[in-house]
């Protein structure tokens, strides 16, 4: 029985998960620092429980902390989202062993896949290929140093650079030449150990004009495990997916279904529980190899829904509370696309933005979904990542889901942080997007010295003339409202009532 | 009205007139809608809403799918000029210092490194020359705009 969740995150994915449990019915709790007191999710949680500490590492990846706050606010199951503590087994163990409901995999398979070397060795008994690799187990700098240089040479250039527990592209580097090995891995190491506070290095060869394609899992206590089908996620920009869709364009029934059956196999394999992903680079030749299993909830799980009308994160609360699945055979139905909204100036080397949200106006309409944890007048701060929002579209073809994608980005009004906006804007009017020959290295390869808007000039002189306009009328001024009745800055007269009169 | 914005391509000038309800500027028109958005008609017959924030001196303004930035430069106000230094492109903590004062640099060579929203960023010499200044230390916040270092260029 699960009755009360609390969620162990904050933002977009906090609201997304107050939101599940509020439809089913269960009571929850969020937690959050105090530099997110105002922040939405804080908001949609029926309770929410204040942060002791500054720093992330004494907050929202505070063990023992949030374990306490479970406890005491009578919460009987867990939800850790993605990031932070999701994919961290001793938290799991630690959830599982003080009587709460971890929603997710047990901390045996989150250990299994969440470290990329014995999710290797497992995928390879399960029989699914694997890209060439090495981990390297020591701690010590200078050793890993040494092992990693013998390594290189062992793996091949160009290689990947990963953190052994990472995720987000933290951690992550591509090495090109010998020459640049020790610089980027000292790097690496340094923003993995900041990040998981885990300083392990993974090696693999860098496969190009390959598809990141994944497979989504559901599995259930009742001897279920199903794929909901694959996730085309290649557009990405320093190892960050940007834009992400289901299905995968140039998928066959045939490489579905056999990468959804390798996918199932290896779910099944640790005795997968919940959702779960399993991500696959696919070769231009249709060969595909297995990357990594993430054993959360993913960034990108909308579009899976779209298309299957599978309510996955519903489904996480269904099966922790011991229930079967509800969902019965599935057909994917249209194309769904999404984009990650981040505040960044992508005209600036897609450096994080900060800012106020002078305006925040998603776009509305058929067809379209935005999954975000921020509104208007909020702050966007160097503190959390940096994504502010998630678009996702729906449309009966894929060619209609970039139509309609690029009407709602035009939409999209977002004033006072920059934003990605436009690039993602101009992301659905690229050859390659278009034709869905997408590959990783995409972005780079289309601008190699970066990108940055250009608007016609018309347009410009439009924005001028509203900035003038703007600036003559005086829209900046707030506009003085007549003070009336109430309106004191003494104290508080004892004789304001609220007049209601009841029939 | 008079006024003057900072855009990428460098100052502008723009002097807008009113007649009745209707702005002008030269064959472009634009009204003022009653939730704060501006009608604005292209000379060219093209029209569409702009949607207007300021936040401090500058003016965010969206128009037909693109967002500008126009800093307002105040009349009288001193140009800021270039600092000449390294300056921080974001908040955030410094994570090493690579270099030396006095040291000879190449171009393209780390200097610092910094972390900002749990990434590592680096900052690298722009030209060959040498670090006559530097400001932090590891483990420092820095501001967006402080300058981290300085350097002179070589003379080639």
């Not at chain 1, 993913?298 to 996480?316: A, F, M, N």
């Not at chain 2, 009653?34 to 604005?40: E, P, T, V």
């Amino acid at each position: 029985m699960v009755s009360k969740v609390l969620v162990a995150n904050r933002g977009e994915i906090a609201c997304r998960i107050l939101r599940a449990c509020k439809e089913a019915g269960l009571a929850s709790v969020a937690i959050y620092a105090a530099n997110d007191v105002k922040s939405l999710f804080v908001e949609l949680a029926d309770q929410a429980i204040l942060l002791e500490g500054d720093s992330i590492t004494e907050t929202y990846l505070n063990q023992t902390q949030i374990l306490e706050i479970a406890t005491t606010t009578g919460a009987d199951a867990l939800h850790p989202g993605f990031g932070f503590l999701s994919e961290r087994a001793d938290f799991a163990r630690a959830v599982s062993q003080a009587g709460i409901q971890w929603v997710g995999p047990s901390p045996n398979a989150i250990e299994k896949m969440g470290d990329k070397m014995s999710a290797r060795i497992t995928m390879r008994d399960a029989g699914v290929p694997v890209i060439p690799g090495e981990e390297i187990e020591t701690e010590d700098e200078e050793e890993a140093l040494l092992a990693i240089q013998q390594a290189s040479t062992r793996v091949g250039y160009p290689l990947l650079l990963k953190a052994s527990s990472g995720g987000g592209g933290k951690g992550m580097r591509v090495v090109d030449r010998p020459e640049d090995l020790l610089e980027a891995v000292r790097s690496a190491r340094r923003e993995a150990l900041a990040a998981f506070g885990d300083g392990r290095i993974y090696l693999e060869r860098l496969l190009t004009g390959s598809k990141h394609v994944e497979i989504q899992i559901l599995a259930d206590r009742h001897g279920r495990t199903i794929h909901l089908g694959e996730r085309e996620c290649s557009v990405q920009r320093r190892h960050q997916k940007v834009f992400e869709e289901a299905p995968c364009a140039t998928m066959t029934e045939e490489i579905r279904f056999a990468m959804g059956k390798a996918a199932v196999a290896a779910a099944m394999a640790v005795n997968y529980e919940g959702a779960g992903t399993v991500e696959f680079l696919l070769a231009p030749s249709g060969e595909f190899f297995f990357l990594e299993m993430n054993t959360r909830i993913q960034v990108e799980h909308p579009v899976t829904e779209l298309i299957t009308g599978v309510d996955i994160v519903r489904e996480q609360l269904r099966i922790a509370a011991g229930e079967p699945m509800s969902c019965g055979e599935l057909h994917l139905r249209g194309h769904a696309i999404e984009v990650r909204l981040y505040a960044e100036d992508a005209a600036n080397n897609f450096l994080p933005a900060i800012g106020p949200l002078a305006v925040f106006q998603p776009p509305e309409g058929p067809g379209i979904r935005l999954d975000t944890g921020v509104r208007q007048g909020d702050e966007v701060t160097p503190n959390y990542d940096p994504m502010l929002a998630k678009l996702i579209v729906w449309a009966p073809s894929r060619d209609e889901a970039l139509q309609r994608m690029r009407r709602a980005l035009d939409e999209f009004v977002v004033l006072g942080t920059v934003t990605n906006i436009r690039f993602l804007r101009e992301l659905c009017d690229v050859t390659d997007v278009i034709e869905g020959t997408t590959d990783t290295t995409m972005i780079d390869r289309l601008w190699p010295d970066g990108w940055s808007p250009s608007p016609p000039v018309e347009f410009e002189d439009g924005a001028l003339m509203a900035a003038a306009v703007a600036e003559s009328a005086g829209l900046h001024r707030p506009s003085v409202s007549t003070p009336g009745a109430g309106v004191h800055s003494g104290p508080v007269s004892p004789f304001l009532t609220l007049k209601r009169r009841y029939p | 009205m008079h006024h003057q914005f900072r855009t990428p391509q460098g100052p502008v000038d723009v002097t807008v007139a009113k007649q009745g309800e209707i702005w002008y500027l030269g064959e472009h028109q634009a009204t003022l809608e009653h939730d704060g958005r501006l009608r604005i008609q292209l000379a060219s017959g093209a029209s569409g809403f702009a949607t207007v924030a300021k936040v401090g001196d500058v003016w965010w303004v969206h128009f037909e799918g693109y967002t500008f930035c126009l800093e307002r430069i105040e009349a009288g106000a001193s140009q800021s000029g270039d600092e000449g230094g390294l300056t921080a492109p974001m908040p955030g903590k410094v994570l090493d210092v690579l270099v030396e004062v006095g040291q000879l640099v190449e171009a393209g060579q780390t200097l610092m490194v910094l972390e900002a929203m749990k990434m590592e960023h680096r900052i690298l010499a722009s030209t060959s020359g040498q670090v006559t200044g530097i400001h932090f230390t590891v483990g420092q916040q820095v501001q967006q705009g402080s300058v981290l270092l300085e350097m002179t260029e070589d003379e080639d």
